[in-house]
């Protein structure tokens, strides 16, 4: 006998081997040919499916392993444009009683590669799904910017330490950017445009309501230890920014999500968008300069390290010549973060050369 239990978000309560799972029913007016369903059948790592039919529908119910589903959605894919009624729905569950049997032992060589190969994270529609909300440009998200830019600045300015990590948690910023590399990878123009135009909306709010906030300010900067720490950045910063980026990225693909709120603090775009601006408004632009390379060196380390992370989980376009479009993307950017990352290295290098000349 199986139990299922399906949540709205996953959450793993077995306790000896945890396995995430994926239920994903196919609704069409037509049954899959027999070909198609004997493939399904023999598929590895599904653990259950049923049929059910009446005379205008049919639904078919897969209950498989979290890395398989996106070859299972792969495999019904073509059914959609044969079929206009077809849809296929994912829902996470959390888990399955008994859960999968451990799979035996590879001992061939090639099937051991090819299995590789394989994409082992969530499915690309679900993640593309979850990724691309982070990019919707709409008044909640003005609204978020907003609010977290004001308890940044008053966490940065009175040297708050947990004011800001408040800020760096509901600042939506980091969303843009996960959405603008997996519509690198996934050469995905009008989620890439629409990624970039609010990263550069969420941003560019950010720094003017900063600006203003410094031109009022009549404290001394320089007594907050937070706000200095911004206004300066090493190799350390650097790695750092490229780690939380890919742990970002890996938490989204592997369908572990809630640790975006630690990434969330370590990436940190925020903080220094605010000291950007806040040292522009009070007239301290060698602190804005400085500001200002940790807040470059963040958004490429993140995007850059994102793509990475991506490529290396097998996450592409479905079709072929999609693939070669989506390479062709992805390589032009690597090579755009990479040659940015190179220039923030030369800055800093000369922002060293001439603080310790003069």
């Given at each position: 006998m199986q139990i299922i239990v399906i949540y709205e978000e996953v959450r793993s309560i077995y306790k000896e081997k945890t396995v995430a799972?994926?239920?994903?029913?196919?609704?069409?007016?037509?049954?899959?040919?027999?070909?198609?369903?004997?493939?399904?059948?023999?598929?590895?790592?599904?653990?259950?499916?049923?049929?059910?039919?009446?005379?205008?529908?049919?639904?078919?119910?897969?209950?498989?392993?979290?890395?398989?589903?996106?070859?299972?959605?792969?495999?019904?894919?073509?059914?959609?444009?044969?079929?206009?009624k077809a849809q296929i729905v994912v829902i996470p569950v959390s888990s399955a009683i008994p859960s999968f049997d451990e799979e035996e032992a590879e001992t061939d060589d090639l099937k051991?590669?090819?299995?590789?190969?394989?994409?082992?994270?969530?499915?690309?529609?679900e993640l593309y799904v979850e990724v691309s909300q982070g990019a919707i440009l709409d008044r909640g998200f003005m609204l978020?910017?907003?609010?977290?830019?004001?308890?940044?600045?008053?966490?940065?300015?009175?040297?708050?330490?947990?004011?800001?990590?408040?800020?760096?948690?509901?600042?939506?910023?980091?969303?843009?950017?996960?959405?603008?590399?997996?519509?690198?990878?996934?050469?995905d123009d009008g989620l890439l445009k629409k990624a970039f135009k609010t990263n550069v909306v969420g941003l560019g709010?950010?720094?003017?309501?900063?600006?203003?906030?410094?031109?009022?300010?009549?404290?001394?900067?320089?007594?907050?230890?937070e706000f200095m720490a911004r206004t300066d950045i090493g190799i350390?910063?650097?790695?750092?920014?490229?780690?939380?980026g890919a742990a970002a990225v890996l938490s989204l693909v592997t369908g572990t999500s809630s640790a975006l709120v630690g990434v969330m603090v370590a990436v940190a775009l925020l903080?220094?968008?605010?000291?950007?601006?806040?040292?522009?408004?009070?007239?301290?632009?060698?602190y804005a300069f400085g500001a200002f390379l940790l807040l470059a060196a963040n958004?490429?380390?993140?995007?850059?390290?994102?793509?990475?992370?991506?490529?290396?989980?097998?996450?592409?376009?479905?079709?072929?010549?999609?693939?070669?479009?989506a390479k062709s993307l992805r390589d032009r950017y690597l090579m755009i973060w990479g040659i940015g990352l190179a220039l923030v290295f030369?800055?800093?290098?000369?922002?060293?050369?001439?603080?310790?000349?003069?």
């Open positions: 799972f994926r239920l994903i029913n196919f609704y069409g007016s037509e049954p899959l040919s027999a070909d198609l369903e004997k493939n399904l059948s023999d598929m590895e790592g599904m653990k259950n499916w049923s049929i059910k039919k009446d005379h205008d529908n049919v639904q078919y119910s897969f209950l498989v392993d979290v890395k398989k589903a996106q070859i299972l959605t792969d495999k019904l894919q073509p059914v959609l444009g044969r079929d206009p051991k590669k090819q299995e590789a190969k394989k994409p082992q994270t969530i499915s690309r529609e978020m910017v907003v609010l977290s830019t004001v308890v940044a600045a008053i966490g940065l300015l009175e040297s708050n330490v947990a004011v800001v990590i408040g800020a760096m948690v509901i600042a939506p910023l980091l969303g843009p950017n996960l959405a603008f590399a997996l519509a690198t990878v996934l050469a709010l950010a720094i003017i309501l900063s600006i203003i906030l410094g031109m009022v300010w009549t404290g001394d900067l320089e007594i907050s230890q350390s910063g650097i790695i750092l920014a490229i780690a939380s903080p220094p968008a605010v000291v950007l601006g806040v040292s522009i408004g009070a007239g301290q632009f060698s958004i490429i380390s993140v995007n850059l390290s994102a793509i990475s992370v991506l490529i290396l989980k097998g996450v592409e376009p479905r079709k072929w010549q999609e693939k070669r479009e030369v800055l800093l290098t000369l922002k060293a050369y001439f603080h310790n000349s003069f």
